[in-house]
């Protein structure tokens, strides 16, 4: 087998990136461009020892699960891998994946994982679920300004306004901003140069508020003109806040450190579970805040609290568990690393009138262990939460945890590989048992997979003698 070579197979599954896997023989083929039951004419592009890269030269019989993509630059943008898969395919498709991921990076036997694994919670809205989108402006090659999204792992921008994740409202907005640039010669940043000043939008809407924010990203301290652009954009329905964020380092973190109004207030608020949230800039917010319900609920229910508990939320953000938690527990304590996340969630607790949510400032597995260390017996958990980023939890909490021995591990991922692995340690080093988990799909489209997990306590139960 060599590069270039014609290969006709049939796509039996998607890779991590949403690439088509089909086999010849036994030997696997990556495929772009193709979808569960497609049968395909493969060209192969790259051709390694056990396996091969290749790309859809031609389309043999499309898959009964093929549809056709809603959006039109779904093939160059990637941000959305699997458009062309059926939805309810997609979802199998995630739910099959965290399941293989529990058995073979986390160790659990097929059995037990066909036995605890609940029907996975797919959305009702596989599109526009997203609050949230930071939209890069550039120039196109014929010198035009665009905005869009960064086509898959390059630093392209494929020129889109209305993304079908998206709200309708973005492509007004941007609109508005494109032609605030446009009339006033403000240059798009250029990353190779470091030079232009206007490099991204982000713009958040409370799903249930239905308040707006937008906030521009600087490499300046000021928006020329900016007064025109705020006349414009806060007669937009629902306008609830306009920024700047200032950012001026040569770097793809979107954000920069300082925020400055320039119109309305500094956050906008949602709700979540029945619970009022303040959502700035710069703190992490779910971005698809129905399913990111169905999630919290699904949590709650693992938890199994009856008011007695004392809870750990690690990797809290905003407080968002943190606060669902305290309606049913007796303590919540909440751990973040984002300064300003913290203080939103504490205005957040004060705001809905909880009073037993405490929140900390700092790495999840500094503030806990130390906590655990310094004011012991009064502070244990009875549950512990985690919510950990994709990298998943450190092994210094993962120690701290099994020291504690809570009763019961609520573990929220959002990439189950990474809590396949951390859970793996729990239980086979440290004799906790996997009792549930769902998938719950936040990010419909994509590869992305969200999951909940219940651990339980095995030593615990023998002493209670359940
Ligand atoms: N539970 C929250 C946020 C989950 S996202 C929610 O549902 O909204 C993960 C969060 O972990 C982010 O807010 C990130 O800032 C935070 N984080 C990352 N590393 C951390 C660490 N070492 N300790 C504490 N928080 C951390």
């Known amino acids: 087998m060599k590069k270039n070579d014609l290969i006709e197979v049939v796509i039996e599954d998607l890779g991590t990136n949403g690439e088509g896997i089909g086999k010849t023989g036994t030997f696997p083929l990556f495929v772009k461009d193709a979808v569960i039951g497609d049968r395909v004419v493969a ?9 091969a890269f290749a790309r859809t030269e031609e389309l043999l019989e499309a898959s009964p699960f093929r549809v056709e993509p809603a959006c039109p630059v779904s093939r160059q943008c990637g941000g959305c891998q699997i ?32 036995e605890i694994m609940e029907e996975p919670l797919g ?42 994740l998206g709200q309708e409202v973005n492509a007004k907005i941007l609109h508005l901003i494109l032609s605030h640039m446009e009339k006033h010669g403000i240059e798009p940043y250029d990353e190779k140069r470091g030079k232009g000043l206007l490099r991204h939008a982000l713009i958040r809407i409370g799903a249930h508020s239905g308040q707006i924010m937008v906030c521009l990203i600087l490499n300046g301290e000021e928006l020329p003109f900016a007064e025109e652009l705020i006349e414009s954009l806060s007669q937009i329905e629902g306008m609830a806040s306009i920024m700047i964020n200032i950012n001026k ?31 700035s800039p710069l703190s992490f917010y779910q971005v698809n805040p129905l399913q990111a319900e169905r999630l919290y609920e ?32 007796k303590q919540v304590y909440g751990v973040e690393i984002v300064e300003r996340a913290i203080e939103d969630a504490r205005k957040n607790a004060e705001e809905n009138q909880i009073d037993n949510a405490e929140f900390f400032v700092g790495a999840a597995e500094d503030v806990f262990t130390e906590a655990m260390e310094k004011r012991g017996e009064e502070v244990r958990p009875d549950v512990i939460v985690v919510d950990p980023p994709r990298k ?22 959002c990439d189950p590989a990474t809590m396949a692995r951390d859970m793996k340690f729990l239980c086979a080093d440290g004799g906790y048992e996997l009792k549930k988990g769902c998938c719950v ?26």
């Open 392 to 413: 998943g939890c450190d092994q210094k909490l993962l120690d701290t945890m099994l020291r504690m021995q809570p009763e019961k591990i609520v573990y929220v991922s």
């Open 298 to 329: 699904k949590a709650l229910s693992y938890a199994g609290l009856q008011g007695e508990e004392i809870v750990w939320d690690l990797y809290c953000g905003i407080g968002t568990i943190s606060l669902c938690l305290a309606k049913k527990a």
């Open 83 to 114: 458009q062309p898969l059926r939805y309810d395919k997609q979802l199998e498709w995630k739910n099959k994946k965290v399941k293989g991921q529990l058995q073979r990076l986390g160790g659990f036997s097929e059995e037990l994982i066909e």
């Open 441 to 466: 799909d936040q990010f419909s489209q994509t590869v992305h997979t969200e999951a909940v997990c219940l651990l339980s306590n095995t030593h615990k139960e023998k002493e209670l003698g359940v």
């Open 123 to 164: 959305s009702e809205k596989p599109f526009r679920y997203r609050n949230k989108m930071a939209i890069p402006f550039g120039r196109d090659k014929e010198g035009k300004l665009i905005a869009g999204f960064y086509a898959g792992r390059t630093h392209q921008i494929i020129p889109i306004r209305d993304c079908m």
């Open 43 to 51: 060209r192969l592009t790259k051709v390694k020892k056990n396996y």
């Open 249 to 279: 380092e040569n770097t793809n973190v979107i954000l920069g450190k300082r925020n400055k109004v320039l119109w309305g207030e500094d956050h906008i608020k949602d709700r979540l579970c029945g619970i009022e949230f303040a959502i």
